[in-house]
């Protein structure tokens, strides 16, 4: 009986190899006539002389990149922090490339959240959107979160990001990025862009529309891109861009500004697109941006003031960026209509007022007690709200009706009377701002340990924590900056470093 079993299992294992070979080699090749239709295409589209340039670029590396955070630290002040020169990006000033060997994720300032690490071309998109302090903005596409972390330096404090996704799974990316860089002006939503619109109406000066494209100027990057390019094209792409520009359009305010972006080289997924959204929104237009090293204009008439990179004329991948702007004094009603809507003054998210040392003294006492060791203004302007055990920071009314994966600044959870803070308010504070904070230099061994999630000890530290009492949290920092929690016992420092963002 076994035997027969065998022999059958065998012969069934057999044939699904052969399916799934045979599969495998029909997806090969479908892909592979889908590339002899890109590069067709492509050649059409640029000519042979830059056609044949191009090809030679898609057996060189991809170039890699980090940002500096400037809602921590200037680019000048980043570079004590990195083990190679500057050699900036040219259309982000605050971007550097980085060089083989050096992997960023392993830097401690990189957990300190002073740089956000991304290709040079994605870098686009957030650089080019004109965002000032205190404007509120939209990144309606936003996943993974390295565009969402520029805007929210770039709006400030008293600014405010809401950071979309339609996906939830994306979506949490964008919270965790968004917390471990040290942001508290945002709040994180995996929603559809028309429910937003009908929630917020025409509430943001700036929005950021990094639509979902075909990938082609990702190939080199991300090879896979080519089989997923073959199942669905430009084609199936522009419609859904134009409807997400349409919807984003709606939410802008009346002067306010908006970006479209793709990281393709199809003009269907691009001027096309921007044409018809063009004719079907005459209030916007097309502005120049400052022109940069590597920037090729748009294709065909009218586009001229669009930005392309191309691999083989600039030092990143494939990218495509049009700037628009609202004529202001048209369209200036309010489409919006949740609760956000029948409290705002005319286009704004309005801002919580009211008493927040009020709502802090109604927490639990151990969440009192470590709230009164902040001493920094700006935490004085957010209110507490309890949500099952966590305590959020908020700052604006938001509507209600909206799927939201965070509303503010997640800063502990309260168990038992016991506060317990949390990663994200480590990264949102500085160090000067914490009554018990323990700073180490860079290059002290003890900063890797903590990263490691080590126990810390007089003989790590000396008496560098004895000003910390003993039960009470300690914010750890490096040259000043925070990296995250540990609990002082008995002389020594309990590590509370996250597990997730640990070194290994």
Known sequence: MGKK????????????????TARAGETGGQTAEAMERFALRLRAQIGEEAFAAFLRTRDEEPLRGIRANTGKITPEALMPFLPFDRDEVPWCPEG?????????????????????????????????????????VLDLCAAPGGKSVALAAKAGEKGFLVSNDISAARARALVKNLEMEGFTNFCVTAEAPARLRAAFGRVFDAVLVDAPCSGEGMFRRDPALKK???ARGPEDYSPLQLEILLEAEKMLKPGGYLLYSTCTFSEEEDEQVIGRFLAACPRMEIVSVPRAEGFAPGMGEGFADCV??????????????????SRAGQDSGISGTGTVQENAAAGEIPVITGDPDAQRRRLAPGADAFFSLIGAPRFKRLFPRI?????????????????YLRTGLLAGTEMDGRFVPSAALARALRKEEYACSVDLEPDDPAVIRYLRGETLTADHIGDRAAHVPAGAWALVCMGGYPLGWALAVDGTLRNKYPAAWRMV
């Open 228 to 230: 997923s390019w073959a």
């Open 5 to 20: 079993s065998t022999k059958k299992s065998g012969k069934t294992s057999g044939k699904k190899s052969r399916k799934m």
């Open 387 to 403: 949500y099952e055990e966590k305590v959020l920071l908020v700052g604006r009314q938001l509507p209600g009706e909206l799927r």
């Open 308 to 325: 392309r990179i191309w691999p083989h004329i600039a030092r990143g991948e494939g990218h495509f960026a049009a700037l628009m702007r």
């Open 96 to 136: 550097f490339y980085v060089p083989e060997g050096i992997t960023p994720s392993a830097l401690p300032a990189y957990q300190a959240g002073l740089f956000y690490i991304q290709e040079p071309s994605a870098m686009l998109p957030a650089a080019l959107l004109p965002v000032k302090e205190g404007d509120a």
